[in-house]
């Protein structure tokens, strides 16, 4: 199965990263279309950009506040639609040089979940020359990850909007090159 193509301009300051579209996405060739899933809510609360509106008029609402929007998994093999049903060696990345080449103002990437982390750590950190960003975890949306309330998620997700707007206090920054623990990345910015 394969991803979709990135939703940036060239003015992108902040990258959100899933790890892979789900089977309800991929049937309605949407980003996050899974209707349990809390992704179109919070940027509807942080950027106007809710389920309530076209699907188009979502992604245009983003890309004006400066958010970039992918998934670090070009291609791979998946029963269903849960990340630790994808086959480790289908795994093919996608084209983060290309992307960071054509947003140079690309300050931030986010993800979506732990398994979009692990995934971005592993198969695009380590192989390809990162340009220094800061690397943020956020709670996952996804409705397998229900542990998390609403409220809670979104709580979380503000330091997208602020970093976005460009108001984020303090950036952390991973080094350019990949392979290094978060924790001594957090250490190597401190």
Same mark, same amino acid.
């Given at each position: 199965?394969?991803?979709?193509?990135?939703?940036?301009?060239? @003015?992108?300051?902040?990258?959100?990263?899933?790890?892979?579209?789900?089977?309800? /996405?991929?049937?309605?060739?949407?980003?996050?279309?899974?209707?349990?899933?809390?992704?179109? /809510?919070?940027?509807?609360?942080?950027?106007?950009?809710?389920?309530?509106?076209?699907?188009? @008029?979502?992604?245009?609402?983003?890309?004006?506040?400066?958010?970039?929007?992918?998934?670090?998994?070009? /291609?791979?093999?998946?029963?269903?639609? +849960?990340?630790?049903?994808?086959?480790?060696?289908?795994?093919?990345?996608?084209?983060?040089?290309? +992307?960071? !080449?054509?947003?140079?103002?690309?300050?931030?990437?986010?993800?979506?979940? =732990?398994?979009?982390?692990? =995934?971005? &750590?592993?198969?695009?950190?380590?192989?390809? #020359?990162?340009?220094?960003?800061?690397?943020?975890?956020? *709670?996952?949306?996804?409705?397998?990850?229900?542990? &998390?309330?609403?409220? #809670?998620? +979104?709580?979380?997700?503000?330091?997208?909007?602020?970093?976005? #707007?460009? @108001? @984020?206090? !303090?950036?952390? &920054?991973?080094?350019?090159?990949?392979?290094? /623990? *978060?924790?001594?990345? &957090?250490?190597?910015?401190?």
């Amino acid at each position: 199965m394969r991803s979709f193509a990135p939703v940036f301009r060239a @003015d992108a300051r902040v990258l959100v990263l899933g790890s892979m579209p789900g089977a309800a /996405s991929l049937a309605a060739a949407q980003y996050y279309a899974h209707p349990r899933n809390a992704f179109w /809510s919070i940027m509807g609360a942080l950027f106007g950009a809710g389920p309530q509106l076209p699907y188009t @008029d979502r992604l245009e609402r983003l890309v004006a506040a400066g958010v970039a929007l992918w998934d670090v998994i070009g /291609s791979c093999a998946r029963a269903g639609s +849960l990340d630790s049903a994808i086959a480790p060696d289908s795994v093919v990345p996608n084209d983060f040089v290309a +992307l960071f !080449a054509a947003c140079p103002q690309l300050s931030a990437v986010f993800f979506n979940g =732990a398994a979009a982390e692990a =995934a971005f &750590r592993r198969h695009v950190q380590r192989a390809a #020359a990162t340009p220094p960003l800061r690397l943020a975890r956020l *709670p996952s949306t996804s409705p397998a990850h229900a542990a &998390r309330g609403f409220e #809670a998620k +979104l709580e979380a997700w503000q330091t997208l909007r602020a970093a976005a #707007a460009g @108001d @984020d206090p !303090a950036p952390t &920054r991973a080094p350019a090159r990949g392979g290094t /623990s *978060p924790k001594a990345a &957090r250490a190597l910015a401190a």
